[in-house]
């Protein structure tokens, strides 16, 4: 094992990268987006390294890192990987370049654009991997920083009114979650989410905070970190401040938005929500499971009636989201129940985390494909403003193409996978939830093909009567190594799910309630 | 030749290699494309062949190679390829039929800019529908059939630059995935119940004893046994793919497509695989039959589907004039006759149609597909006529195929795979509506058949496309003339004299006595529909193309309703349709004006808190407050040349002093 804080490096080599940018005043746009490219790729990088390093049948955090930071608040800088982490490490690793990519050619301002890009991803990998409260919540808020400026600085007309509206919203339910945190760490002295885990598996977290604040007290802060969290996903009806934010954002910035971002939210559901309160989690996840199918029904038909296509795509992003949600709610509804097996958890958990993966990999190309759009036509992106693209340009037809039965989750490419072990857990876990459920695989594959059957069919039309372009060298650098994924990662689930199954087969086992 | 079950994933794998390669093909490629999907359909029919070899050693085994997909768990998911007489066959007609198909595309789709793509798709097509085959997990064959979808999507919208097929293309995957729904649900149920997808498993498949002991003896909603529960399931599946009613409606539609297409995937297999998927599941489709007081057996539905769909198909088919049309819902109401067969118990009969009818449909859409090659893309029948003399071989086959279609007695296949399943129908307990069904079926099938040929090929020429038709090259009519020859000698491995091929299915078929009568019966009604429909359309020819038909002379509004399909698009529109688009509305409306507004109604209320204690501060609040707060500004003024604007400058100073900082702190932390 080696000494180099490897996951320090995993962090804050993009920050670096980022000051870097800053410092070099003189840089031509060219080298600030080469500089960046290769920054961004360190983490792709050093996942390599971690990836020989780690070994899947240990559960617990692995390449620890914990430093007494401020020792009188007994706050840590602690960090850690377990097969969670690694997923979205990776994943992280895969989207940035690939964002940045396309991004490439329109973006005024390279230096800056690629300094705030690193800034957003190093918080992204923070949050992947900070153990202890403190430090996780700074990298959560410190991602909204570059987010915010890549939204409002390069987005379209409606950016500012979107970039605030998103920050605002985001920043108002942290501040529950934040609330809720110091009530914890009053209570209980620690802010580190293993022992806070420990304190709640053995119910004296509960005594705890009851002793501190009264006996509803546990519930209140639940509801403190649900909230944070649930804006952050978005779970629905916390949605609203998604579509606009995504749909204004530049095209590199939604795909890391969707194919990062959005993680967050699902991971701090995983992470803190869900071991450190078992016990409200299953109390609530009756209203909950009905809250994550309206995002997978609801997201799915308000998709439906989009016409602008990146409000039709961050649509799809919450319907498929909610599928992640739906599958934990489902097994914290059976926790303590008899009847479900753990097998029916381990699907649903393990589906869970291939989703987040899966979903990252295809929602980041469709939005990278209407970005292709966009540059094409000056800026059109209207579901009723193309025609025949399939005829103009067919291979990027038959790369989108790839990604939207991706997404719609077609057997053969990495969603189902992810899919089908969500759909199998939450059937046997509570089966009534999967069959609403599947309203929304049928509402998903009517507006995606209703978006291939506009833009792409037909006689050329609209934007796409003058000349198109088919993709271009440094477009096939953003398209192909994603689809290339979907396609292997569909056959051979096996590669992601090696990573995880042991850590999800011992989170299927110890389904208990304090 | 043998070809054991570890070897068997070859069979769809090397028409996947022709896909790839065919995906990989600039336009100009043609022969690499079409030699690579020959070549590759040709290795898999000689690889079937040898499949049904090793099969036939002993027709009651279920050879099985499983394998772990991936870990799950504690368990894992696990896959598996099946060889049985089943398989087995069904896979040498696929291949078979598949390579006279692609055969005759080389000559049909020549002029296509897109051919090598055509190719590709064909290919994908075939190594999807060979995975169903050879599936020993529900899941493989669900995956399977999933992508069998996503070809004949492909396939259905070739010629996506017209409307009319890319929407046909939609529809199809949209109605079949309807179906697909409850297959998945299906599939979910029997994973949990079972734990397990394997079909047979040394014991522990979910089509072996124990699983299906275990599925009866539980009860559902409504007291259903779980076994019917998820067979009605997976038959929704079934019906979606197979174009039962009432999801029928998408397979006319699919005729968009190129013919070929028409002929492999809308006629001849995919089409089928529905009935394949009930005969493969048919120990669970049928274990609830030992409980006599169960209020629902899952085989009565499918019998009655069945049914409904043998006879809907066969009347709509009487009034339609396209002549794709009229083969697609011959095709709709022959499935009907399988799935009724399927109900009723005999799936051998099912089986035997499913192979009959493949060989002859293929016959009478490739046929069409050279009468509407050779008439400049005329479908309309009443636009054609007298097509027999310059369309020497495409009529003869043609009309092989109408009679073996029709159920013509002795000669032709169809005549005695129909013959098994009216037997079948016959000897069903339950009810005998469905086998008065099938005898109303085969009168209008013989009708509508002897119709279409009469319009298409007797008379004079009635427009200029048919005027100047010629016979298509040897590269299509040989294909035809193989298929006639199949649709004639494929009948006599099922008479009741030899039923050999029953026997081959399930060895435990014993054919029961007694058929003299209703052969009898069905051949008179085969008579009457023949002799019928020449009474109406034969004798009197039609002269003009605008003519009215002599039917919709006698009755105008039936014939159209019949025509309009009876409405089944317009109701679905009227109802389904609606429903959908009002819940998106109100969806999109919900988003935005009742979360976004409560969103807006928040910070509005924030704003004007704001506001209020602005206002009552700047009334209330002194002068030596302004004195005050002046003192601060000029302070203020001074600090805040440090805020440039300058974004760069502070964003290199957040990262820079947050690098900084945990410097520090590590470096503090290590000491």
């Known amino acids: 094992m080696s000494t180099l804080p490897l996951l320090s490096l995993v962090v804050f080599t993009p920050f670096a990268g980022a000051a870097g940018l800053g410092l070099l005043r003189g840089a031509s746009p060219a080298a600030s987006r080469a500089l960046a490219l290769i920054f961004s790729l360190s983490t792709l990088a050093l996942s390599l390294v971690l990836l020989g390093g780690f070994d899947p049948a240990r559960t617990a955090p692995q390449f620890v890192e914990r430093h007494a930071w401020i020792a009188a608040l007994n706050v840590n800088y602690s960090l850690g990987l377990d097969g969670l982490s690694l997923l979205l490490v990776l994943l992280t690793g895969i989207v940035t370049p690939v964002a940045l990519l396309a991004s490439a050619k329109a973006e005024r301002d390279s230096r800056l654009f690629g300094a705030l890009f690193l800034m957003l991803q190093g918080a992204a990998l923070g949050v992947f991997l900070a153990l202890d409260f403190f430090p996780w919540f700074l990298f959560w808020e410190l991602s909204l920083v570059p987010a915010f400026f890549l939204i409002k600085l390069w987005g379209g007309q409606g950016a500012t009114r979107a970039a605030y509206q998103f920050v605002i919203y985001t920043i108002g339910g942290s501040a529950f979650m934040l609330a809720g945190f110091a009530a914890l760490f009053v209570a209980t002295g620690t802010m580190d989410f293993n022992t806070l885990a420990q304190l709640a598996a053995d119910g004296s977290l509960a005594q705890k905070l009851a002793a501190f604040g009264g006996g509803n007290w546990t519930k209140v802060i639940f509801l403190g970190v649900l909230i944070g969290l649930a804006v952050k996903v978005p779970l629905w009806p916390f949605h609203t ?181 969500i759909f199998r857990g939450v059937f046997g876990l509570n089966a009534w939830a999967a069959a609403i459920a599947c309203l929304g695989l049928l509402a998903t594959a009517l507006f ?62 110890h389904l208990t309630l304090p | 030749m043998n070809l054991s079950v570890q070897y068997l994933w070859l069979i769809p794998a090397l028409p996947l290699l022709a896909a790839g390669i065919g995906a990989l093909t600039p336009r100009s490629g043609k022969a690499i494309a079409a030699g690579a999907t020959i070549g590759a359909m040709g290795l898999a029919f000689v690889l079937s062949c040898g499949a049904l070899v090793t099969a036939l050693k002993d027709p009651a085994a279920h050879l099985v190679a499983n394998f772990t997909w991936f870990e799950l768990g504690h368990s894992a998911v696990r896959l598996g390829w099946l060889l049985d007489p089943l398989t087995a ?83 199809a995957f949209i109605t079949t995935r309807i179906g697909d729904l409850g297959f998945l649900l299906g599939m979910l149920w029997l994973s949990d119940a079972t734990g397990s997808l394997l079909f047979y498993d040394a014991g522990k498949g979910v089509l072996e004893t124990s699983a299906l002991t275990a599925l009866v003896t539980q009860t559902t909603v409504g007291g259903l046994a779980v076994s019917t529960a998820i067979g009605l399931l997976l038959f929704c599946g079934a019906a979606g793919k197979s174009g039962q009613f009432p999801l029928h409606v998408w397979l006319p539609d699919a005729m968009e497509g190129p013919t070929p297409v028409s002929a492999l995937i809308h006629a001849a297999t995919m089409v089928a695989a529905g009935v394949f998927l009930i005969a493969r599941v048919y120990p669970l489709m049928s274990a609830d039959q030992a409980i006599a007081t169960a209020p629902l057996h899952a085989l009565s539905v499918v019998a009655a589907i069945g049914a409904i769909t043998a006879l809907l198909g066969a009347v709509i088919a009487v009034a339609q004039n396209d002549i794709k049309r009229i083969l697609a819902f011959s095709t709709v109401s022959q499935l009907g ?34 009468v509407i090659h050779a008439a400049h893309h005329e479908q309309d029948i009443r636009q054609l006529g007298g097509l027999k003399g310059p369309l020497k071989v495409t009529f003869a086959t043609f009309a092989i195929g109408m009679m073996a279609l029709a159920g013509v007695p002795f000669v032709f296949s169809g005549f005695w795979s129909k013959e098994a399943i009216l037997h079948a129908a016959h000897g069903w307990n339950v009810s005998h509506l469905p086998f008065y069904a099938g005898l109303v079926a085969v009168v209008l099938t013989a009708f509508y058949m002897t119709r279409l040929v009469a319009e298409a090929f007797f008379g004079q020429a009635r427009s200029p496309a048919s005027e100047h038709a010629h016979e298509s090259p040897a590269v299509m009519t040989v294909p035809l003339v193989l298929l006639a020859i199949c649709a004639v000698l494929l009948g006599f491995l099922g008479t009741p004299y030899w039923p050999w091929l029953q026997h081959t299915l399930d060895p435990k078929f014993h054919s029961e006595p007694g058929g003299g009568g209703l052969m009898v019966t069905s051949i008179v009604l085969v008579a009457l529909g023949i002799g019928s429909g020449w009474a109406v359309y034969g004798r009197r020819l039609r002269a003009k193309a605008s003519a009215p038909d002599p039917i919709e002379a006698k009755v105008p509004d039936l014939f159209a309703a019949l025509a309009a399909r009876l409405g089944f698009d317009e109701l679905y529109a009227a109802t389904v349709g609606r429903l959908n688009t009002f819940l998106a509305d109100a969806a999109d409306v919900f988003d935005r004006y009742i979360w976004d507004g409560a969103v807006r109604l928040l910070a509005g209320l924030g704003q004007f808190t704001g506001n209020v204690t602005r206002e009552t501060d700047e009334n209330l609040v002194n002068g030596g407050f302004d004195a005050t707060s002046e003192q601060l500004k000029s302070t203020a003024k001074t600090y805040s040349r440090a805020q440039t604007g300058d974004t760069h400058g502070y964003l290199m100073l957040v990262a820079l002093g947050f690098v900084l900082l945990v410097l520090a702190v590590m470096l503090g932390g290590t000491r």
């Open chain 1, 241 to 421: 401040w998604l579509p606009p934010a995504y749909a204004e954002a530049p095209t590199g910035a939604s795909m890391f938005l969707t194919g990062v971002m959005s993680k967050m939210g699902v991971y701090g559901f995983l992470r803190i929500l869900w071991p450190i309160f078992p016990g409200p989690l299953h109390d609530a996840s009756c209203w909950l499971l009905a809250l994550a199918l309206g995002g997978v029904v609801l997201g799915a038909w308000s998709a439906m009636r989009q016409t602008d296509l990146k409000r039709m795509v961050a649509y799809s992003s919450i319907n498929h989201l909610s599928y992640c949600l739906l599958a934990l709610f489902a097994v914290s509804y059976a926790t303590g129940r008899a009847g479900p097996s753990s097998e029916a958890a381990a699907a649903a958990l393990s589906g869970t985390l291939l989703q987040m993966f899966n979903h990252g990999l295809s929602a980041a190309a469709l939005f990278a494909c209407v970005g292709m759009l966009e540059a094409r036509t000056g800026g059109k992106r209207g579901l009723h403003e193309f025609g025949g693209v399939r005829t103009a340009a067919p291979i990027f037809a038959g790369l989108c193409g790839v990604a939207m039965f991706s997404s719609l989750g077609l057997p053969g490419l990495n969603g189902f996978v992810g899919e089908f072990l």
């Open chain 1, 448 to 509: 995606l093909l209703t978006f291939w059957q506009r833009v792409f069919h037909g006689p050329r039309a609209g934007a796409t009567t003058g000349v198109f372009a088919d993709v271009q060298p440094g477009e096939y650098l953003t398209l192909v190594p994603l689809v290339a994924l979907m396609l292997v990662l569909g056959v051979a689930p096996h590669l992601l799910t090696r990573l995880i199954n042991p850590l999800v087969t011992a989170w299927a086992g």
């Open chain 2, 89 to 171: 066959l069904m896979c040498v007609m696929v291949t078979f039929v598949g390579l006279l198909i692609f055969i005759f595309s080389t000559g049909y789709m020549h002029e296509d800019a897109n051919f090598t793509r055509f190719f590709c798709f064909l290919s994908l097509f075939a190594a999807a529908m060979l995975g169903i085959l050879i599936a020993n997990s529900l899941l493989l064959l669900f995956i399977s059939w999933e992508l069998v979808g996503l070809a004949s999507y492909l396939l259905i919208g070739f010629w996506f630059h017209k409307p009319a097929a890319a929407a046909a293309a939609k529809k």
């Open chain 2, 337 to 370: 006759y399988m799935m009724l067969a399927l109900g009723v118990g005999s799936w051998v009969a099912a089986i035997f149609h499913l192979l009959t009818h493949a060989f002859f449909k293929a016959l009478l859409f490739l046929a069409a597909g050279s």
